[in-house]
């Protein structure tokens, strides 16, 4: 059974701190994902990779970045959040390009 | 861009009877179209999907069909159950064109009233 675990279910933060959300699948997925899920906005992509060290930009990559330095693990990264950052991120893998998205449970990010 | 437009965004039913949501999408090179169910306080899980090669599928009570010709998509569920309660999403890409990434609806809250 796929798994795919994400380092926080709550996350409260300040204004202009550095947060870091992870992401870790124990399937040997080769794709990785991460999404933002915002009510009426459905779920919108950030960033992506196909493979350990690549990356590529999605849909509103403007500020964040990402890391994938391990097939397994994802890092997502807020350089410095900002109140319009809150919301729920949603990590996902997948076996192939084409196939389904596992996503994992989310972490729902507050910046006050 | 690629844009899916999912309607209705909330949908009220009565437990039997059918429900159905439908999407349409702009790029005619689009060859994969899932739909994702999310419970409340769940992760987004696969239900069905089809490609674009067949204009038909089946399972249980879910079907979805596609009209590659009107560029639009559609779930159906039958014998709607309150367990049916959930957002719905679905999503479309074009695998092995130059954006190979799914491209989700904004979502269709279905509830299922006893």
């Known amino acids: 059974d796929v798994k795919v675990t994400q380092s926080s279910r709550y996350l409260v933060k300040r204004t202009g701190e550095k947060v870091f959300l992870e992401c870790v699948q124990d399937m040997d997925h080769e794709n990785m994902f991460w999404y933002r899920q915002d009510p009426g906005l459905g779920l919108r992509l950030i960033y992506f990779?196909?493979?350990?060290?690549?990356?590529e930009k999605g849909d509103i990559p403007e500020g964040y970045s990402v890391s994938r330095e391990k097939k397994e693990r994802f890092s997502l990264i807020l350089e410095s959040a900002s109140t319009n950052q809150t919301s729920m991120y949603l990590c996902?893998?997948?076996?192939?390009?084409?196939?389904?998205?596992?996503f994992g449970p989310g972490t729902r990010l507050t910046v006050t | 861009g690629e844009n899916v437009e999912q309607h209705p965004s909330t949908l009220s039913v009565q437990e039997g009877d059918s429900a159905v949501i439908k999407c349409t999408y702009s790029d005619s090179a689009s060859n994969y179209f899932p739909w994702y169910k999310q419970e409340l306080g769940k992760r987004p899980q696969l239900i069905i999907d089809?490609?674009?090669?067949?204009g038909e599928k089946k399972d249980q009570r879910i079907a979805v069909t596609l009209n590659k010709t009107a560029k639009h998509f559609s779930l159906h569920i039958t014998e709607t159950q309150p367990e049916d309660s959930a957002v719905y999403f679905c999503?479309?890409?074009?695998?092995?064109?130059?954006?190979?990434?799914?491209?989700f609806g904004k979502g269709t809250k279905l509830s299922v009233k006893p």
């Open positions: 999503a479309e890409a074009n695998y092995g064109g130059s954006q190979g990434n799914l491209i």
């Open positions: 089809i490609r674009s090669n067949v």
């Open positions: 996902a893998s997948s076996l192939l390009a084409t196939g389904e998205q596992y």
């Open positions: 990779s196909y493979d350990v060290k690549m990356k």
